[in-house]
């Protein structure tokens, strides 16, 4: 609350620098555990994540963990012998791709892989459209083909079945060798079956009998080449799933550089008595540094000479900046706000508390990889069976003497019927229009993971500063002395609005925006202050003169007016205490009953007599309350979890409606408290806003941070909410609930559907042509399913 001050505080000036760039320095270095960081390529599914951690925790002395989600793998336990090379060695041989974690490169492989995919479902959907028409009204028409007609198609197919469809036959290939099968089999095999069996049908020449039943009738002969069709739209609709799949996939991968942005890039050392500005990384244990008024501390330390205001809010959620002198410790990342520090360095690098954060949320990410989706359960059984169905159905007929022709094309309805398009899109095309409107209300879901954890989770867990309050101090009321010197409420106001209009505290900021606001209301601060400015207001700025700061308590400043010098003290009540200044006893129940509901009180004093007090407070949002109720009529356990005090704490969950109130909880053990909620049974659901959430937002099994919270938070989070009004939590479970229920409604029709159809293509009753179609039809259903969540409406608006 104390006015700016600088000074050096004993050191020799040197020129300011900004340390505003991003650095990840302070992660890089005496790690807490050695390790090598991988990113991994040739990844389709969960399966494969599993299939690489499996190798390479095969090697000796090693620990891996493979997050597909992110598409990184962390090695630790090498030992002196061995690294990254020999990591990669062990990938490689499993048949995927590595490269060792580049600096600044975080999201390289990711934009490589969405840029890959993107390419080819161009080129896929460029040549698949014409193929199509061309396809059915030649196949279709006799009448209107011409010589050649079928190597046209052939011609136009080629690079789809063997270029766009390229990652789904290394994907295959891979499986074979490993001898496993993954939805990359299946869409293979049917594609290169479609394929190869037109071009035999082309060169067998015309069957000896009528063409196909089609519904209507008896299509002509020829009409082989329409499964060319079904190979090319296979593939595009696959390719357009693993586009926007791997586009969800690319946002979350960057909580450790996110988390270097805070972090200064040079440090002002103190060595032989000079400041010397050094890299970060030069800083060593022990050394002494300065850090002056506005500037990041470095690392994590103590103070050794100075007493400043350092702001903590983004490491600790507190929204009053902590009072620091001698002694006391201070946080890497946070900002010193009014006076100049001498800090000796405590933690350097990857053992400062900012550090550990982002290890614990990597960790706590890297655990959600390994949770298969519904698509991959049902695939792994699946594929596999379909597969040897084909094979019965085409051993069966030839068992039965019919011929080759009649054989492969029950075996074709089969891999065509069952090729698992609808399955494939089950998931993307729900989570594109469920992320699409969700857009359009404020909500952000980055991926599938988002969805699972909303069909289960139980409780949710609320942050206090700057989630279900707005962050920012502000006036509730202003209380006068009874028998004090000033004798109107709005003089008393002005008179501390004129002490502190330069100061960034955020007390002093509530007090002068609450005179301000008093001005534009009113036309005036206060008659009774009898100086008048420029159109009636009163203006008591050039009255006040010698404002002080007193570390860790207030301010003392001198007023002037009609030739009289006052003194006037404003601060703690401690302040006063020690100043001999007497608290008269309706201020002094004011402050305590300010304390009690978890209010901030200060105290104004002139001359030596109090003249009144202000309770300032951090406000609940307007829309806290409802938004709580909401998730509790959903059947949520809601509770609050907050570093502040037991008493503010207590006051706003009251005012809110929690169910639970979780207290004075330190910045790294938010995430273990999110575990202790989960070791009693409970899926838990985490909002939160800042750097000291992250960690706990990636813990819990849904991670939801509101906007105005930094950019690791975010990152750190499934769900990113956008609007302001906290409704947009209980809309987001909703909206994620319902998109998770039409994702397995798509699901269930896919599996139930090849569940029908596979007996009736393998009695022959359905040819590849009607199979084609059939399987399309599904993929329609699954489509239009999906665009259902488009009338998906905020329960607020209801």
Request: hydrophobic content about 50%.
């Given at each position: 609350?104390?006015?700016?001050?600088?000074?050096?505080?004993?050191?020799?000036?040197i020129?300011?620098?900004?340390?505003?760039?991003?650095?990840?320095?302070?992660?890089?270095?005496?790690?807490l555990?050695?390790?090598v960081?991988?990113?991994?390529s040739?990844?389709?599914?969960?399966?494969?994540?599993?299939?690489?951690?499996?190798?390479l925790?095969?090697?000796?002395?090693?620990?891996?963990?493979?997050?597909?989600?992110?598409?990184?793998?962390?090695?630790?336990g090498?030992g002196?012998?061995r690294?990254?090379?020999?990591?990669?060695?062990?990938?490689?041989?499993?048949?995927y791709?590595?490269?060792?974690?580049?600096?600044?490169?975080?999201?390289?492989?990711?934009?490589a892989r969405?840029?890959?995919?993107?390419?080819?479902?161009?080129?896929?959907?460029?040549?698949?459209?014409p193929?199509?028409?061309?396809?059915?009204?030649?196949?279709?028409?006799?009448?209107?083909?011409?010589?050649?007609?079928?190597?046209?198609?052939?011609?136009?197919?080629?690079?789809?079945?063997?270029?766009?469809?390229?990652?789904?036959?290394?994907?295959?290939?891979?499986?074979?060798?490993?001898?496993?099968?993954?939805?990359?089999?299946?869409?293979?095999?049917?594609?290169?079956?479609?394929?190869?069996?037109s071009?035999?049908?082309?060169?067998?020449g015309?069957?000896?009998?009528?063409?196909?039943?089609?519904?209507?009738?008896?299509?002509?002969?020829?009409?082989?080449?329409?499964?060319?069709?079904?190979?090319?739209?296979?593939?595009?609709?696959?390719?357009?799933?693993?586009?926007?799949?791997?586009?969800?996939?690319?946002?979350?991968?960057?909580?450790?550089?996110?988390?270097?942005?805070?972090?200064?890039?040079?440090?002002?050392?103190?060595?032989?008595?000079?400041?010397?500005?050094?890299?970060?990384?030069e800083?060593?244990?022990?050394?002494?540094?300065?850090?002056?008024?506005?500037?990041?501390?470095?690392?994590?330390?103590?103070?050794v000479?100075?007493?400043?205001?350092?702001?903590?809010?983004?490491?600790?959620?507190?929204?009053?900046?902590?009072?620091?002198?001698?002694?006391?410790?201070?946080?890497?990342?946070?900002?010193?706000?009014?006076?100049?520090?001498?800090?000796?360095a405590r933690?350097?690098?990857?053992?400062?508390?900012?550090?550990?954060?982002?290890?614990?949320a990597?960790q706590?990410?890297?655990?959600?990889?390994?949770?298969?989706?519904?698509?991959?359960?049902?695939?792994?059984?699946?594929?596999?069976?379909v597969?040897?169905?084909?094979?019965?159905?085409?051993?069966?007929?030839?068992?039965?003497?019919?011929?080759?022709?009649?054989?492969?094309?029950?075996?074709?309805?089969v891999?065509?019927?069952?090729?698992?398009?609808?399955?494939g899109?089950a998931?993307p095309?729900?989570?594109?229009?469920?992320?699409?409107?969700?857009?359009?209300?404020?909500?952000?879901?980055?991926?599938?993971?988002?969805?699972?954890?909303?069909?289960?989770?139980?409780?949710v867990?609320?942050d206090?500063?700057?989630?279900?309050t707005?962050?920012?101090?502000?006036?509730?009321?202003?209380?006068?002395?009874?028998?004090?010197?000033?004798?109107?409420?709005?003089?008393?106001?002005?008179?501390?609005?004129a002490?502190e209009?330069?100061?960034?505290?955020?007390?002093?900021?509530?007090?002068?925006?609450?005179?301000?606001?008093a001005?534009?209301?009113e036309?005036?601060?206060?008659?009774?202050?009898?100086?008048?400015?420029?159109?009636?207001?009163?203006?008591?700025a050039?009255?006040?003169?010698?404002?002080?700061?007193?570390p860790?308590?207030?301010?003392?400043?001198?007023?002037?007016?009609?030739?009289?010098?006052?003194?006037?003290?404003?601060?703690?009540?401690?302040?006063?205490?020690?100043?001999?200044?007497?608290?008269?006893?309706?201020?002094?129940?004011?402050?305590?009953?300010?304390t009690?509901?978890?209010?901030?009180?200060?105290?104004?004093?002139?001359?030596?007599r109090?003249?009144?007090?202000?309770?300032?407070?951090?406000?609940?949002?307007?829309?806290?309350?409802?938004?709580?109720?909401r998730?509790?009529?959903?059947g949520?356990?809601?509770?609050?979890?907050?570093?502040?005090?037991?008493?503010?704490?207590?006051?706003?969950?009251?005012?809110?409606?929690?169910?639970?109130?979780?207290?004075?909880?330190?910045?790294?053990?938010?995430?273990?408290?999110?575990?202790?909620?989960?070791?009693?049974?409970?899926?838990?659901?985490?909002?939160?806003?800042?750097?000291?959430?992250?960690?706990?937002?990636?813990?819990?099994?849904?991670?939801?941070?509101?906007?105005?919270?930094?950019?690791?938070?975010?990152?750190?989070?499934?769900?990113?909410?956008v609007?302001?009004?906290?409704?947009?939590?209980?809309?987001?479970?909703a909206?994620?609930?319902?998109t998770?229920?039409?994702?397995?409604?798509?699901?269930?029709?896919?599996?139930?559907?090849?569940?029908?159809a596979?007996?009736?293509?393998?009695?022959?009753?359905?040819?590849?042509?009607?199979?084609?179609?059939?399987?399309?039809?599904?993929?329609?259903?699954?489509?239009?399913?999906?665009?259902?969540?488009?009338?998906?409406e905020?329960?607020?608006?209801?």
């Open positions: 609350m104390s006015t700016d001050t600088t000074g050096t505080t004993g050191t020799n000036d020129e300011t620098t900004a340390a505003t760039s991003a650095s990840s320095t302070l992660l890089s270095y005496g790690g555990d050695q390790r960081e991988l990113d991994i040739g990844m389709t599914c969960a399966a494969c994540a599993n299939r690489i951690e499996r190798k925790n095969k090697m000796e002395g090693v620990r891996a963990t493979v997050n597909y989600a992110t598409e990184r793998a962390v090695v630790t090498l002196p012998d690294g990254a090379a020999d990591a990669i060695a062990t990938v490689e041989k499993a048949g791709g590595a490269t060792e974690v580049a600096e600044g490169q975080e999201t390289a492989g990711a934009d969405v840029r890959m995919l993107r390419n080819r479902l161009i080129v896929a959907a460029f040549l698949t459209v193929l199509g028409d061309v396809a059915i009204v030649l196949a279709l028409t006799p009448h209107m083909r011409f010589p050649g007609w079928q190597w046209l198609l052939v011609l136009l197919s080629l690079p789809v079945v063997f270029w766009a469809a390229l990652p789904f036959h290394k994907a295959a290939w891979r499986n074979l060798r490993h001898g496993s099968t993954s939805m990359d089999t299946l869409v293979s095999l049917g594609v290169l079956s479609a394929f190869s069996w071009v035999i049908s082309i060169l067998l015309a069957p000896d009998r009528s063409g196909y039943w089609l519904g209507y009738g008896i299509t002509p002969t020829g009409a082989d080449s329409l499964y060319l069709e079904v190979a090319s739209a296979v593939t595009t609709f696959l390719l357009a799933g693993r586009y926007f799949e791997a586009r969800s996939k690319r946002s979350a991968r960057s909580v450790l550089s996110a988390l270097g942005d805070l972090a200064p890039t040079t440090v002002r050392v103190i060595r032989e008595g000079r400041e010397v500005v050094v890299p970060l990384a800083l060593r244990v022990g050394e002494r540094f300065l850090v002056r008024p506005g500037e990041r501390i470095a690392t994590d330390g103590a103070v000479v100075g007493n400043s205001a350092v702001d903590t809010s983004m490491m600790t959620g507190e929204p009053i900046p902590e009072q620091v002198g001698e002694g006391d410790r201070v946080l890497g990342g946070t900002i010193n706000t009014t006076g100049a520090l001498i800090v000796e933690q350097i690098g990857a053992h400062t508390q900012m550090a550990q954060m982002a290890a614990t990597d706590a990410q890297a655990r959600k990889a390994r949770v298969q989706t519904l698509v991959d359960k049902v695939v792994a059984v699946f594929v596999p069976t597969i040897g169905i084909a094979l019965v159905t085409l051993g069966a007929w030839f068992l039965a003497g019919a011929g080759p022709r009649t054989a492969f094309s029950a075996a074709l309805s891999l065509i019927i069952a090729c698992p398009c609808a399955l899109l998931t095309t729900a989570l594109m229009v469920g992320v699409g409107r969700g857009g359009q209300l404020g909500i952000l879901i980055k991926g599938p993971d988002a969805l699972e954890a909303s069909g289960v989770i139980d409780t867990v609320l206090k500063t700057g989630t279900l707005t962050g920012r101090m502000a006036l509730e009321r202003t209380v006068l002395a009874a028998d004090g010197p000033v004798a109107d409420a709005a003089e008393l106001l002005a008179l501390a609005a002490v209009r330069h100061s960034e505290h955020p007390i002093a900021r509530a007090i002068t925006e609450a005179a301000h606001a001005e534009v209301a036309g005036e601060t206060a008659h009774a202050a009898g100086l008048a400015g420029p159109e009636g207001r009163v203006d008591l050039g009255a006040i003169t010698e404002a002080g700061a007193l860790g308590q207030g301010v003392r400043a001198r007023l002037e007016r009609d030739g009289v010098v006052s003194e006037i003290l404003i601060g703690t009540p401690a302040l006063m205490a020690a100043e001999g200044t007497v608290l008269p006893a309706d201020i002094a129940k004011a402050l305590e009953a300010a009690a509901d978890g209010r901030t009180g200060v105290v104004l004093a002139l001359d030596g109090v003249a009144g007090a202000f309770v300032v407070s951090d406000r609940i949002k307007e829309s806290a309350a409802g938004a709580v109720a998730l509790k009529a959903m949520l356990r809601t509770v609050l979890l907050t570093g502040d005090h037991e008493v503010a704490a207590r006051a706003v969950g009251e005012s809110v409606g929690v169910d639970e109130v979780i207290a004075e909880v330190l910045p790294t053990d938010k995430a273990a408290t999110i575990e202790r909620l989960q070791a009693e049974g409970r899926r838990v659901a985490m909002v939160g806003d800042g750097i000291n959430d992250a960690a706990a937002l990636a813990t819990a099994n849904l991670g939801l941070a509101v906007v105005t919270g930094t950019d690791v938070a975010m990152k750190s989070a499934d769900i990113i909410l609007r302001k009004s906290l409704d947009v939590v209980p809309d987001s479970i909206l994620s609930r319902r998770l229920r039409t994702i397995r409604g798509n699901l269930v029709w896919a599996f139930a559907y090849n569940v029908a596979i007996p009736l293509a393998a009695a022959g009753l359905l040819n590849p042509l009607i199979s084609g179609i059939a399987m399309s039809l599904s993929s329609v259903f699954v489509v239009s399913n999906s665009m259902r969540l488009r009338r998906f905020s329960g607020a608006r209801r």
